[in-house]
Nanobody, 124 residues
Framework: VQLQASGGGLVHTGGSLRLSCAASGRSASTYNMGWFRQAPGKEREFVAVINWVGDTTYYTDSVKGRFTISRDNAKNTVYLQMNSLKPEDTAVYYC??????????????????WGKGTQVTVSS
């Protein structure tokens, strides 16, 4: 499975962005998909995950109520709608795919597949 993330950019505080992660490869739609982010000088952290069916989602506490993860299996694409962005959301965002069940704080260690990151910068 190959993952291609896009949609990052520069926005002001309170703005919105929508990230996309296009998956290709056999059985791509059967993977649980998630987003992680890594800010400068910090470790990569979990942001959100959605199961392969698309009916179960989890978010890290800091983005609950602001970010929404969704997927379109017909397009093999996962989205992260980010609203009310804050400067602390500034990071490189990575999408990932794995067969392990979606759960709160989806572990990044041992992830099956990673996409290249997309930069999100929120100016104050």
């Amino acid at each position: 499975v190959q993952l291609q993330a896009s949609g990052g950019g520069l926005v002001h505080t309170g703005g919105s962005l929508r990230l996309s992660c296009a998956a290709s490869g056999r059985s791509a739609s059967t993977y649980n998909m998630g987003w992680f982010r890594q800010a400068p000088g910090k470790e990569r952290e979990f942001v959100a995950v959605i199961n392969w069916v698309g009916d179960t989602t989890y978010y890290t506490d800091s983005v609950k109520g602001r970010f929404t993860i969704s997927r379109d299996n017909a397009k093999n694409t996962v989205y992260l709608q980010m609203n009310s962005l804050k400067p602390e959301d500034t990071a490189v965002y990575y999408c990932a795919a794995d067969k392990r069940p979606a759960r709160p704080s989806w572990p990044l260690d041992g992830m099956d597949y990673w996409g290249k990151g997309t930069q999100v910068t929120v100016s104050s």
